[in-house]
């Protein structure tokens, strides 16, 4: 495996490391190199008691497995290893206060198993002792109502969707902690607090998390760990009020998360709230804190517009427009704060026009519109295709259907509460409800905009147009008139776009990339019979493609070849001048009558050299001839030209013989002669269209 | 959180061919089989991934569990954590675990390897279950009877064709996927994206044609090995493997040459 590192946090040695590297990778959270700052804003100023030194381990080992998950790339897409290099092998070395305690069965093995499926890395550990501990500050008691629940905030629409449901539906003393990635996010969550501080009975107790890190760790997108990290700091506030539970608050879709395209492989799809990794995350903290603990998701058996509803239906549904759920958080200005594009917009503005919640999710907070805006080529197109066509797919799948098409859904059924059977039911009817909630968005919204359709008056990009065909929108089924069916040839070769297309003998069409050879094979095959020189071929062909030629060269210059004769006038000279042929000549003769001397007396040292020396002229002279004996010149135009067209038609063959093995078979000599000159003569006078149709 | 991205194919030389097919129109079959020549190195690997044989051994020990007396224990020997008395999703759920477990912490984990993993889930339920005519409720009985049932020469091939297919068709998009959609919208390859989703289907048709070769020797290789050895070991599968993804490598060259 060639993705490893050793990660060496804190004050410890670099001794030992399993994986040969100059240079591991140094984290620390404070002393002279620090280039990681965690601040859990006012955990330690406002809460009663000090953090258990086992929870201050947790959430600094959290905070360093999360600053290397950044840190060290997953190597590209690995397209040719199969993602080998995605999974990535990693040491740490972790200065903690009980190193006991975490190297210990089975906590180890509990961090290492829920890490592993987590984030699809190879973990390895090794606690050591902190020796200088970090300065503490003196905790102050501080007037806070013991809290009822803890639960993570990102300030997404499911957790407002969870803390509504507590703080407002539920009138519960709720402490939301949130991780927040970037500053840009402040003014929002302030507002959103604000809103559900006036419509809760109770004020929740917010704690945002805030972590810094040196430029140079900020390599990697994925940051699949971060669900750990925030776990960790839930887990710890939970600790300090004795509670045994925290919750995540994420809709079912998303936390199974199962893949929307054939590409999406593994834990490519987030597992952030995977039922697997939420188990994990209880058994590390009921093992750190010697008692049961539960991590709960209770949207799980929700989809993101079931959410939506919840919130409206509290009567907070002005909050859904301060709730953030892009991931292009550098793309945000003050009123376009969701870029449309990311998978996370596309699911949030189905869900919001699915819930019928339009109204309070303002259109133009969106960089791109869900539905007839723009979209650019690459991924936020190929984004949408995927999420339209999985839900597309999705809502017309029986239970057997489905389970045939996602394998990863039975990933889940081992860590859900409740009979397998029950559990994938569940899955089943969650995400066809899901599906068919996007499907009548798109239902709806085709009809709303049938005539704009029609018209062609939305870009050809948009989802609305990716999902209708213009010309059949255009025509009503009645006044259709059938195409008129036009019968192929059976033998073509054709440029089409910029890629060749040949049919031989009526069988499948096949395409090839463009190589100058399909052109010279072209004029071959369309003179059955005709007998072509290279140079000639080669000027038929450089008329052919000039326009392109004169095309891509840039304004003011000419084409080199542009009106001069493809043979040229000019050469190197004789490959042997005269001077130099008879001197070898002569030479010969010596040799002759030395070799008759030598062996008359028996000198076979001498008749040896001799013999050498004769070898070497007699293949000089024999390089230097051409046809007939006569001298060749050197750079011969003609010569070039042969082998160009040769090695051009070659190419091609090499291609059609990968492709299509019968016209790889037709196309030998002496059916096809790319000697001397060049010829196609096929024995049952077979014909060869330039076109594909028989009416052209 | 749930973040996705999609990728692009690599700009080298041979995917680029296999993008230019795409956009020129050309058939599946074509297009399977420029994809399988530019992944060829990867797909060498195949009878050492881990996850990929671990996946193919275990699908071997259901049949031969169903056929002990206890089925509930003849999985639990094969390392499938079930109860005494497993219905269909249970065995399917502890299959995808067993698995995971035996490449604990990602030790010799590949995206073949987890193809494989997600393709044998699809293969049981999907034969199973449409023996056992539904997924959910069926009793350990009907359960043990249609997996017994796989163990004759027939029924067995039946079986590995299906995940063979599946895998040869989550392979090929695993890589296809990464161009077609950009081929989408009015002037494209793909005028819609039904005309998208009917590319995809026909790669899953050609995938199962390809697929048909494991079908003519699996079930004699499955009797014989399980006869002469008394039960099929990982190395066995391990070799079984790597005949198979051979054989499906060279069907999907040269059906591409003679369909045509």
């Given amino acids: 495996m060639a993705n490893e590192r050793s990660i060496l946090c804190g004050d410890v040695t670099g001794n030992a490391l399993p994986f040969d590297e100059k240079k591991p990778l140094a984290l620390r959270l404070w002393g002279t190199a620090e280039n990681v700052s965690l601040r859990i804003s006012d955990i330690r100023s406002q809460l009663l008691k000090d ?44 200065a903690v206060r009980n190193p006991d305690l975490w ?24 606690f050591v002792k902190l020796e200088k ?57 302030r507002k959103l607090l604000e809103l ?20 140079s760790l900020g390599r990697e997108y994925t940051q699949r760990s971060r669900s750990f990290l925030y776990a960790a700091l839930g887990a710890t506030v939970a600790q300090m009020f004795n509670l045994r539970r925290i919750r995540f608050y994420e809709n079912g ?19 952030t709230t995977h039922p697997q990794v939420i188990n994990g995350f209880a058994n590390i903290f009921s093992t750190l804190s010697g008692k049961p603990f539960t991590v709960e998701n209770p949207f799980l058996w929700k989809t993101k517009t079931e959410v939506i509803d919840g919130i409206v239906k509290a009567g907070c549904a002005d909050t859904i427009k301060f709730a953030t759920s892009c991931t292009h958080t550098w793309e945000m200005t003050k009123l376009r704060t969701h870029c449309g594009t990311c998978s996370q917009c596309i699911d949030r503005r189905f869900a919001v026009l699915a819930a019928n919640a339009k109204e309070h999710d303002p259109e133009e907070a969106y960089g791109v519109d869900l539905l007839v805006g723009e979209r650019d080529e690459g991924e936020p197109k190929a984004m949408m295709a995927a999420y339209v066509e999985t839900a597309n797919e999705v809502a017309d799948m029986t239970a057997l259907d489905f389970f045939g098409q996602y394998g990863e859904a039975a990933r889940v059924l081992k860590h859900l509460n409740g009979s397998p059977d029950t559990t994938a039911l569940q899955i089943y009817e969650l995400h066809r409800r899901h599906a068919k909630y996007i499907t009548k968005v798109v239902d709806d919204a085709i009809a709303q905009n049938r005539s704009a ?19 059949v929108v255009q025509a009503g089924p009645e006044d259709t008139d059938p195409e008129p069916v036009c019968e192929l040839v059976d033998n073509y070769i054709c440029i089409r776009g910029q890629c060749w297309a040949i049919r031989y003998e009526g069988n499948e069409e096949k395409i090839y990339t463009p190589d100058i050879g399909f052109y010279h094979l072209q004029i071959l095959l369309e003179n059955p019979g005709a007998t072509f020189s290279a140079s000639e071929l080669d000027v038929i062909v450089r008329r052919m493609t000039k326009d392109e030629l004169c095309a891509s060269i840039s304004a003011g210059e000419t084409p080199a070849d542009e009106g001069v004769s493809v043979l040229g006038q000019s050469d190197a000279g004789h490959v042997l001048d005269e001077h130099a042929v008879r001197s070898y000549r002569i030479r010969l003769n010596e040799i002759e009558n030395e070799l008759e001397e030598a062996r008359a007396n028996n000198d076979l040292g001498k008749s040896d050299a001799l013999e050498t020396e004769k070898g070497w002229i007699e293949s000089e002279l024999a390089n230097a001839q051409g046809l007939g004996g006569a001298i060749r010149k050197l750079g011969d135009d003609r010569n070039k030209v042969r082998n160009r067209v040769g090695n051009a038609i070659r190419r091609a063959l090499k291609k059609i013989k990968q492709y299509d093995r019968p016209l790889s078979e037709h196309l030998q000599k002496p059916i096809l002669n790319l000697g001397h000159t060049l010829s196609y003569v096929p024995r049952d006078g077979l014909t060869w269209s330039s076109t594909t149709n028989q009416n052209n | 959180m749930g973040h996705v991205r999609l990728g692009n194919l690599p700009r080298t030389r041979k995917w680029q ?58 999985l639990q020997s094969a390392g499938l954590d079930v109860s005494d008395s497993p219905g269909l999703m249970e065995v399917v759920g502890a ?30 339920t999907q034969i199973i279950g449409s023996r056992t005519q539904s997924l959910f409720g069926t009793t350990s009985d009907d359960v043990k009877d249609a997996f017994s049932k796989l163990a004759t020469n027939k029924q067995f091939s039946i079986f590995a064709r299906d995940f063979f297919s599946r895998l040869t068709n989550k392979c090929l998009d695993y890589f296809v996927s990464k161009a077609v959609s950009h081929h989408v919208g009015e002037g494209r390859r793909f005028r819609t994206l039904a005309q998208q989703g009917e590319f995809t289907k026909a790669l899953g048709t050609h995938s199962r044609e390809a697929s048909k070769i494991i079908e003519e020797f699996s079930g004699g290789w499955f009797s014989k090995t399980n006869w002469e050895k008394k039960g099929i070991s990982r190395q066995d599968a391990a070799g079984f493997t790597h005949v198979a993804m051979k054989k499906i490598v060279t069907e999907l060259k040269e059906g591409a040459q003679t369909d045509g």
Wanted: proline share 5%; glycine share 8%.
């Fill in chain 2, 95 to 124: 299959f995808s675990d067993a698995i995971d477990k035996k490449l604990t912490n990602n030790g010799g984990r590949t995206d073949l390897g987890e193809m494989a993993q997600m393709a044998a889930s699809e293969t049981m």
């Fill in chain 1, 133 to 189: 501990q970090p300065p503490t500050q003196k905790h102050l008691e501080f007037d806070v109502d013991p809290p009822e629940e803890v639960m993570l905030f990102s300030g997404g629409l499911d957790s407002l969707g969870g803390a509504v449901e507590e703080a407002v539906a539920k009138s519960r003393k709720i402490v939301m902690v949130t991780h927040k990635p970037t500053h840009k996010l402040n003014r929002r969550h």
């Fill in chain 1, 51 to 94: 953090i258990p030194s086992s929870f201050h381990d947790l959430v600094e080992i959290a905070t360093y497995v999360y600053c290397a998950d950044q840190a060290i790339t997953r190597g590209g897409d690995g397209v040719d290893n199969f993602g080998e290099n995605w999974r990535r092998r990693m040491f740490f070395r972790i």
């Fill in chain 2, 17 to 74: 061919q296999v993008v230019a097919l795409i956009e020129g129109g050309a058939g599946t079959a074509q297009i399977a089989n420029a994809t399988i020549t530019a992944a060829e190195q990867g797909f060498k690997l195949a009878a050492e991934d881990k996850g990929l044989v671990e996946t193919i051994w275990l699908l071997t020990q259901l049949p031969l569990a169903a056929r002990a007396d206890d089925f509930g224990q003849g």
């Fill in chain 1, 103 to 126: 190297n210990s069965s089975p906590l180890k093995d509990q961090l290492i198993e829920t890490l592993s499926f987590l984030s699809e890395d190879e973990y390895h550990f090794d």
């Fill in chain 1, 196 to 215: 559900l501080s006036s419509a809760a009975t109770h004020q929740p107790l917010h704690i945002p998390v805030i972590i810094n890190k040196d430029k």
């Fill in chain 1, 453 to 471: 359709i029609r018209k062609r008056q939305l870009p050809p990009s948009c989802l609305l147009r990716l999902v209708c065909d213009s010309s």
């Fill in chain 1, 253 to 271: 879709v998303i936390s199974f998360n199962l893949p929307i395209s054939a590409q999406v492989v593994g834990a490519r799809a987030t597992r």
